[in-house]
């Protein structure tokens, strides 16, 4: 079976712990859905598909069937990497729905880190902690639905599993990576497929998480939020910090309002290319292509770019008049513009790296969206009133942050807004 390079399956016991593991997924710029209890895994390609089973109050036999199935499907689908999120406080199934999947027999062992030092949860000598206190000695002891009267996390696993624990201590951890691995490496050749690891700051996950990795690339990770945190740097998922290269601004408002926002684009270190229509008609690409090189000449040096088409009023009228000339009326002007700034945008995007794209005007952006054969795009967030920051990916792969901005709205800041944003590491 061939399995895919970059796809992950993560299943969660609850809603909420669902969520706290994807996100650490998605602002990473990795495609992440979360799927609620009972709902058909479709194809799952290079995303990270969260599943919750909603196993973490129920039955163990129950518990360990949901998980199962789960798994299995996943597998089937050609999933080779899972992730089994634990709760940071050890309640419910943990180790039944560990070897749930570990029965399976597609992992070669499971690594079972459950601390979050940064919501206070730490595992110190094979005890879980919580603020620094045992679990048992907790109000978690006392919860009304999945109390834990465990602290010992090797132990706890045990007992849930029936499995032989090795755990990774304090010792390993401070010895380092190549002490860790030959720990695993031991454990393993006496016939154990359970490993946990304490965790009491967070540099330890990228410690104990590549010395496992160095051991097997077939384990069953299992952990929390923390510990997922760390497993796109393991898995070489991590982006590339992208935030020294330029932003392209493509504008064809003739909007008095763009044109302000233009103008504060300016004096953020924009420099601006105002394409003199007049001169290309009629449009021929031809024409065109001594300025296409000029601009990826500029983007390549890293110089930040707005592309306009009707910042000057006067330009604005000597298109018109050119246009007359050939019998062109006012609307066939303004969707010649939209196809020129589509095709030069687009030849832009495709061939030079940028941090991202700004699109103001209806037709402009419709055209440069067109021109790279994008068919939607995913909404992330709303940067300001009606202005929102979405992915579109283009019909070479390519995948590109873009804001869009209707072409007489928004602030006078609100280009500079859209490009900071774009600047920023998602």
């Given amino acids: 079976m061939e399995c895919n390079q970059k796809g992950l399956v993560v299943i969660a016991d609850d809603l909420t712990g669902a969520n706290d593991t994807g996100v650490q997924f998605a602002r990473r710029g990795l495609k992440t859905n979360v799927l609620l209890e009972g709902t058909p895994l479709e194809r799952i390609g290079d995303s990270i598909v969260v599943v919750d089973t909603n196993s973490r109050a129920i039955a163990g036999e129950e518990a360990y069937r949901r998980v199962q199935a789960v798994a299995r499907q996943s597998y089937q689908a050609g999933v080779s990497r899972f992730y089994k999120k634990i709760d940071s406080t050890l309640r419910g199934n943990v180790g039944i729905e560990i070897k749930a999947i570990l029965d399976l027999e597609i992992h070669d062992f499971a690594f079972v880190m459950p601390a979050f030092p940064k919501t206070g949860r730490t595992t110190v000598g094979g005890n879980h902690l919580l603020q620094g206190i045992p679990l048992a000695a907790t109000e978690i002891a006392k919860d009304p639905k999945c109390p834990v009267s465990e602290s010992c996390l090797p132990e706890l696993l045990l007992q849930q599993t029936g499995l032989t624990v090795v755990h990774i201590g304090v010792d390993e951890l401070l010895k380092g990576t190549e002490v860790i691995r030959q720990a695993i490496q031991n454990g393993l050749e006496a016939g154990c497929r359970i490993f946990s690891c304490d965790a009491w700051l967070d540099d330890q996950f990228s410690l104990a998480a590549e010395a496992a990795a160095g051991v097997s690339d077939q384990i069953l990770w299992v952990g929390s939020a923390g510990l997922a945190d760390y497993l796109p740097k393991i898995f070489g998922w991590e982006e590339p910090d992208n935030t020294h290269l330029p932003t392209l601004v493509v504008a064809g408002s003739v909007s008095s309002v763009t044109r302000g926002q233009i103008d504060r684009l300016l004096q953020d270190g924009y420099q601006l290319v105002e394409i003199e229509v007049s001169e290309y008609l009629p449009w021929r690409e031809a024409q065109a292509l001594p300025l296409l090189a000029q601009l990826e000449e500029r983007l390549s040096q890293g110089q930040k770019l707005v592309i306009a088409s009707g910042y000057q009023p006067e330009a604005v009228e000597r298109a018109?008049?050119?246009?007359?000339?050939?019998?062109?009326?006012?609307?066939?002007?303004?969707?010649?513009?939209?196809?020129?700034?589509?095709?030069?945008?687009?030849?832009?995007?495709?061939?030079?790296?940028?941090?991202?794209?700004?699109?103001?005007?209806?037709?402009?952006?419709v055209a440069v969206c067109r021109a790279l054969g994008?068919?939607?795009?995913?909404?992330?967030?709303?940067?300001?009133p009606g202005i929102p920051l979405g992915l579109m990916?283009?019909?070479?792969?390519?995948?590109l942050k873009v804001v869009t901005k209707a072409g007489a709205f928004g602030n006078p800041d609100a280009l500079v807004k859209a490009s900071h944003k774009l600047q920023q590491r998602m």
């Fill in 320 to 365: 018109k008049q050119a246009g007359a000339k050939l019998g062109l009326g006012a609307v066939q002007v303004s969707e010649l513009i939209a196809q020129m700034l589509g095709w030069l945008g687009a030849n832009l995007l495709n061939k030079q790296e940028v941090t991202g794209v700004v699109l103001t005007g209806g037709d402009t952006a």
């Fill in 374 to 384: 994008v068919t939607g795009i995913h909404i992330l967030e709303e940067i300001a």
């Fill in 393 to 399: 990916t283009t019909n070479g792969g390519k995948t």
